[in-house]
């Protein structure tokens, strides 16, 4: 099966291959849309099972990519890399620069930034060549490591849905559990935790588990039953596919708001399924997007205070979106991504102009 036959094809506008013997590296580089925009997107480092499920990763975080920036309101188009192997074992520092000549054969039709198994000392060993990339601690420069800014826009994102459903945003009380308490999970734990919210958590990381344990005074659930704990809102802030036929019946919190990506397995159906439970989905992309908006602000040089309002915005982006699903009957993910696609068609129409 070509690229053209996956799943996951949407029209990209570029999927680009790479593989260096010397290294051992083998990544791919999809370009969903560059409308907005330089296509701009975290390289993901993952021992996956074969190329073929790299390659589908790569689609469809590229094409959510997309739709992120153009939520975010951001000049940015979608892309994404994936680089197949273990980060625990795997990753060297050789391997890093592999991977920044593939970015920078792209010649700026893609940045790249930081997504799992990366950190900021493998951005700056991809820096030493390329200088398309963005997302981690540069001298005299706005910006940084993303996730402290992902985690600000998820806290903003869960206000916004409590908001919607009890027509409050106060979170004292309320109960949130978390599936993940990894650098994003956790930091949006301690946001609701300073906010007054009750903490469920789990992860596979027992150092993870132990640290919100004993700073946040959360308690523990078992990671693959916690979606089914008795709260208010369900946190997934792991990696994604947390919604599908097991999970959704099981769920009993009335809104689900985490920052993992592609939450729904299939969102064809699961996005449905989710509404017709009545619970609240906030789409994944949408209120994910502080740590892309920090990467756009390192790019363009926007100021602190500016990245974290329009961080903030994304309670106000959410809102919007609640309104619009309840008003036509639609599933939350499904006008996200009708909004999200009339931005990058009308930007389109206005290029073509």
């Given at each position: 099966?070509?690229?053209?036959?996956?799943?996951?094809?949407?029209?990209?506008?570029?999927?680009?291959?790479?593989?260096?013997?010397?290294?051992?590296?083998?990544?791919?580089?999809?370009?969903?849309?560059?409308?907005?925009?330089?296509?701009?997107?975290?390289?993901r480092m993952w021992a996956y099972p074969d190329s073929a499920a790299a390659l589908t990763d790569a689609l469809r975080l590229s094409r959510g990519m997309s739709y992120k920036n153009a939520m975010a309101e951001l000049p940015l188009g979608g892309g994404k890399s994936v680089i197949i192997g273990d980060a625990?074992?795997?990753?060297?520092?050789?391997?890093?620069?592999?991977?920044?000549?593939?970015?920078?054969?792209?010649?700026?039709?893609?940045?790249?930034?930081?997504?799992?198994?990366?950190?900021?000392a493998d951005m700056e060993t991809i820096a030493t060549v390329t200088k398309h990339v963005s997302g981690y601690s540069q001298p005299g420069k706005t910006g940084g490591d993303p996730s402290p800014m992902t985690a600000w826009g998820v806290f903003c994102g869960i206000k916004a849905a409590v908001a919607f459903v009890h027509g409050s945003d106060d979170m004292k009380g309320m109960r949130v559990a978390i599936q993940g308490v990894g650098n994003v999970g956790y930091d949006t734990a301690r946001h609701l935790k300073e906010a007054g919210a009750e903490l469920i958590v789990a992860d596979v990381n027992e150092k993870n588990i132990a640290r919100a344990v004993e700073t946040l005074g959360a308690t523990v659930a078992a990671p693959d039953t916690i979606h089914a704990e008795t709260a208010d809102v369900f946190a997934p802030c792991a990696l994604g596919a947390i919604l599908n036929d097991a999970t959704i019946p099981e769920i009993k919190a009335k809104i689900v708001a985490g920052a993992a990506n592609n939450q729904l397995a299939r969102p064809?159906?699961?996005?449905?399924?989710?509404?017709?439970?009545?619970?609240?989905?906030?789409?994944d992309y949408v209120i994910n997007g502080g740590g892309i908006i920090r990467v756009c602000g390192q790019i363009y040089d926007w100021s602190d205070a500016d990245i974290r309002a329009k961080t903030t915005r994304i309670g106000a982006t959410l809102g919007e979106v609640f309104a619009q699903a309840k008003r036509e009957g639609r599933p939350t993910h499904e006008v996200a991504d009708t909004i999200a696609r009339a931005r990058i068609e009308t930007a389109k129409r206005a290029k073509a102009a």
């Open positions: 099966m070509s690229v053209f036959e996956m799943p996951d094809y949407d029209g990209h506008e570029e999927v680009a291959f790479f593989a260096d013997k010397a290294t051992g590296y083998r990544g791919l580089i999809a370009i969903h849309d560059s409308t907005l925009g330089p296509a701009c997107g975290g390289t625990r074992t795997a990753k060297t520092p050789a391997l890093m620069r592999a991977h920044g000549r593939a970015v920078d054969s792209l010649n700026g039709r893609y940045i790249t930034a930081m997504d799992v198994g990366m950190t900021e064809e159906i699961h996005g449905a399924a989710v509404t017709a439970r009545g619970i609240l989905y906030a789409p």
